[in-house]
T-cell receptor, first 112, second 116 residues
Framework: EPEVTQTPSHQVTQMGQEVILRCVPI?????FYWYRQILGQKVEFLVS????????KSEIFDDQFSVERPDGSNFTLKIRSTKLEDSAMYFC??????????FGPGTRLLVL | DQQVKQNSPSLSVQEGRISILNCDYT??????FLWYKKYPAEGPTFLIS?????DKNEDGRFTVFLNKSAKHLSLHIVPSQPGDSAVYFC???????????????FGQGTILTVHP
């Protein structure tokens, strides 16, 4: 069964460093999302991406964040200058055209 | 942001009995609802969903009920099994831009423990 994959599974970085989180959505899916979950809190929406552009973003998704679909398979989230409060699980999700989003296993980001 | 709320942080049931997980929402624009199951250190796994034009959807042991007037939905698991022990998230979606469903808004989750 096709699934969303994410790399790396864990990332430790120093505050102020740039990180790139990678996702490979399900191959025939058209809509792509990033969510995050800070420890003990809700899963929260960051950004949605369709037709090679951002379709919606949350107030969390400020200028430090960017997304890209560099080729036909990868979908990346870049954090330009990480802060301590960026420490969280980051989930990528995709959907084909129906309503259900399918999630990847997540990347645990720890900013020191 | 409390648009989707799961008021019970945890639920404990005996194997074979019914588990009922509840979810309330406040945003009347939500018209599609999903339940996800999540194990520690894994991503949410889709379980079952319901559109606002229905009041019930069933898939095997899982049934979701929607009460639009009360802005309430519930997930029933019958019979409950120890492997069902996980965190269950309710999520809601509203049509974005009038053409398609957009972001999901999640509840806080309910930890379900099914005892053998």
């Amino acid at each position: 069964e096709p699934e969303v994959t994410q790399t790396p599974s864990h990332q430790v970085t120093q505050m102020g460093q740039e990180v790139i989180l990678r996702c490979v959505p399900i191959s025939n899916h058209l809509y792509f999302y990033w969510y995050r979950q800070i420890l003990g809190q809700k899963v929260e929406f960051l950004v949605s991406f369709y037709n090679n552009e951002i379709s919606e973003k949350s107030e969390i998704f400020d200028d430090q964040f960017s997304v890209e679909r560099p080729d036909g398979s990868n979908f990346t989230l870049k954090i330009r200058s990480t802060k301590l409060e960026d420490s969280a699980m980051y989930f990528c999700a995709s959907r084909q055209g129906g309503e259900t989003q399918y999630f990847g296993p997540g990347t645990r980001l720890l900013v020191l | 942001d409390q648009q989707v709320k799961q008021n019970s942080p945890s639920l404990s049931v005996q194997e074979g009995r019914i588990s009922i997980l509840n979810c309330d929402y406040t945003n009347s624009m939500f018209d599609y609802f999903l339940w996800y199951k999540k194990y520690p250190a894994e991503g949410p796994t889709f379980l079952i969903s319901i559109s606002s034009i229905k009041d019930k959807n069933e898939d095997g042991r899982f049934t979701v009920f929607l009460n639009k007037s009360a802005k309430h939905l519930s997930l029933h698991i019958v019979p409950s099994q120890p492997g069902d022990s996980a965190v269950y998230f309710c999520a809601a979606s509203a049509r974005a831009g009038g053409t398609s469903y957009g972001k999901l808004t999640f509840g806080q989750g309910t930890i379900l423990t099914v005892h053998p």
